[in-house]
């Protein structure tokens, strides 16, 4: 099992930057793929950003690329996501999620491949 807990989060006006982070323990020995999604009321959630576990390579959605980053302390298993220039479309319940499958191709950024997810800290952006 791998728990993820999240924090970070928060009321921010537009053009302003959050972090969250979202700490993973048990066996993460078992991670493949790390990803933030997101969800906004009405809507289906969404991939935000996926992370190989081992490598770190990363993979974003258009909607965020260039404004938002994931990183990863490897000494803390945990995974950063700095946004920058938030815009109120950012906002929504984003959720960190974990997924130990490795049968499957490229990057998981269907929620359904993933285990594991945190839950949930909520970001709102205001105009």
């Known amino acids: 099992q791998v728990q993820l807990v999240e924090s970070g989060g928060g009321l921010v006006q537009a053009g302003g930057s959050l972090r969250l982070s979202c700490a993973a323990s048990g066996r993460t020995s078992s991670i493949r793929q790390m990803g933030w999604f997101r969800q906004a009321p009405g809507k289906e959630r969404e991939f935000v950003v996926i992370m190989y576990w081992s490598g770190g390579s990363t993979y974003y959605a258009n909607s965020v690329k260039g404004r938002f980053t994931i990183s990863r302390d490897n000494a803390k298993n945990t995974v950063h996501l700095q946004m920058n220039s938030l815009k109120p479309e950012d906002t929504a319940v984003y959720y960190c999620?974990?997924?130990?499958?490795?049968?499957?191709?490229?990057?998981?950024?269907?929620?359904?491949?993933?285990?594991?997810w945190g839950q949930g800290t909520q970001v709102t952006v205001s105009s």
């Open positions: 999620a974990a997924s130990s499958s490795s049968s499957g191709i490229g990057y998981y950024t269907s929620e359904n491949r993933y285990d594991y």
